[in-house]
């Protein structure tokens, strides 16, 4: 049977990290791998959009799409290709976003929505499929199916106790891509999942949602396989939180030193973990750590407070010096409040200036993602429910001191100091990187960025509104 699995291209007018980075679509090298024996393609949109020329030339059984929220419009736009182009093709979307919000994807071109970890779903929708040939899937857990203009729920899937289930991705469905995947300045990239989920409450994070604030693991004996298999140099652990289990990335670190293995990692985690762990990112560091990307959030403790991270100043201060004693370089996140005035975007990039070791500085304005309980708590007072602007770089909530024009211009102008800034602490003048082949690629992504940002706030009044089903 004839399976291809499409990465939808991000939302016109996403801006985000869309245009800056080209990151293999990890789940779904995950979910081709999971049905061996059959016919398997994957055609990534963010770096080839001819899926009619897939449809025609490759003629599926199955069309799956994954569907993070700013590609929402986008996987709908898949399937509907795909029902048009042969009636008799099974549709099948999964991801994040349509595990949050599934009934944003009850459309009558959409067969079914799994809700959750795809790959047990996906492996008995793939069976049943090549046995009938007819949706019968009422008996299959952690699904949303269309039926005559209702949608209907199955049973819940129960969440995993491990990850240990999942197969190693099969990178050869991503063989004609992979030269072209980059992270900003680093161009030989590749992305391993080690864990789902996080146990914290921060109320503006969806991660927790998506596991119910459970901590779902993968063993360091399957990871370090993976890991062996990986033939580039820069490699980014896709997880929520990697270090919440420090005995898990203690074991882990022993058996990538046993093996042998050299490579460079970027990895999420919270500053908190650092400061009661600084042992165990010495020991990272000796074997490639070399970034990590944690939200500070804010410079105050209120402003902390406000979105329940359970940090403080302090924390995050004694976190910089203890990853800056060990080498690793700091990407730092700050959310952007809506009541944000100049001032605040001075303060920020003041602490920024003042701390050598933060290489990368994000301004995230304060977003209610889609299926978290902040985004209920606000949902009367969010500006547009445009799927496509949910990137974390666009107000979705009404700014109070500033017009949403001056903060947008606000965010490019810091944005141009912290890229000099950048520049500067990680030396990405000199040759090794300056003539990087992806460069050009990352040089007009920025411009178009620029040009996103520019449109944003010159019309940021007047935002295309086009609405999903709630």
């Not at 569907?67 to 008799?88: G, I, M, S």
């Not at 090549?130 to 969440?159: N, Q, V």
Request: with cysteine; hydrophobic share 40%.
């Amino acid at each position: 049977m004839k399976i291809l699995l499409v990465n939808p291209p991000s939302g016109s007018l996403t801006i985000g990290l869309k245009h800056l980075a080209k990151i293999e679509p990890l789940g779904l090298e995950i979910i081709g791998a999971s049905v061996p024996g059959h016919d398997i393609e994957l055609l990534d949109m963010e770096l080839d959009t001819d899926l009619h020329g897939a449809l025609q030339r490759f003629q599926p059984d199955i069309v799956g799409a994954s569907a993070q929220v700013v590609q929402t419009y986008t996987a709908h736009n898949v399937l509907k290709t795909a029902k048009e182009f042969n009636p008799d093709i099974l549709t099948i979307v999964g991801g994040h976003h349509a595990s949050l919000c599934p009934h944003e994807f009850n459309a009558p071109y959409i067969d079914v929505v799994v809700i959750g970890e795809g790959v047990p779903a996906f492996r008995e929708l793939v069976a049943r499929w090549d046995e009938k040939r007819e949706i019968d899937f009422d008996d299959i857990r952690g699904l949303g199916l269309h039926r005559a203009g209702e949608f209907h729920l199955t049973e819940p899937r129960p969440l995993p106790t491990n990850l240990n289930h999942m197969p190693q991705p099969d990178r050869t469905l991503t063989k004609k891509y992979r030269a072209r995947y980059y992270y900003l300045f680093e161009n030989s990239v590749a992305s391993i999942q080690t864990s789902l989920g996080c146990t914290f409450p921060c109320n503006f994070c969806s991660c927790q949602h998506f596991t119910r604030r459970h901590f779902i693991a993968r063993s360091p004996e399957l990871i370090v396989e993976d890991l062996k298999t990986i033939k580039e140099d820069f490699v980014m652990f896709c997880d929520d939180h990697s270090f919440i289990d420090v005995k898990r990335m203690e074991r882990l670190f022993e058996l990538i030193q046993a093996a042998g293995i050299r490579k460079r990692y970027f990895a999420y985690t919270r500053t908190d973990c650092v400061v009661n762990n600084p042992e165990i990112f010495a020991k990272w560091a000796s074997i490639g750590l070399v970034m990590v990307m944690t939200g500070l959030e804010a410079i105050d403790d209120t402003r902390i407070k406000q979105v329940n991270k359970r940090s403080n100043v302090q924390i995050n201060e004694e976190a910089i010096e203890i990853l800056a004693r060990n080498g690793i370089v700091l990407s730092a996140g700050f959310l952007v409040m809506p009541d944000y005035t100049e001032e605040d975007f001075k303060r920020i990039d003041a602490y920024a200036r003042r701390h050598p070791n933060i290489a990368l500085t994000e301004l995230t304005p304060l977003t209610p993602l889609p299926g978290t309980g902040f985004y209920h708590e606000v949902k009367d007072q969010i500006t547009t429910h445009n799927r496509e602007v949910y990137d974390l770089a666009h107000f979705v909530l009404p700014t109070t001191n500033l017009q949403p024009a001056k903060m947008y211009r606000l965010i490019q102008k810091y944005y141009f100091r912290i890229i000099l800034r950048a520049i500067w602490r990680l030396k990405l003048y000199r040759p090794r990187y300056v003539f990087k082949p992806h460069i050009p690629r990352l040089i007009v992504g920025a411009l178009r960025v620029a040009s996103l940002m520019y449109r944003t706030h010159k019309d940021a009044h007047d935002l295309p509104l086009p609405l999903v089903r709630q």
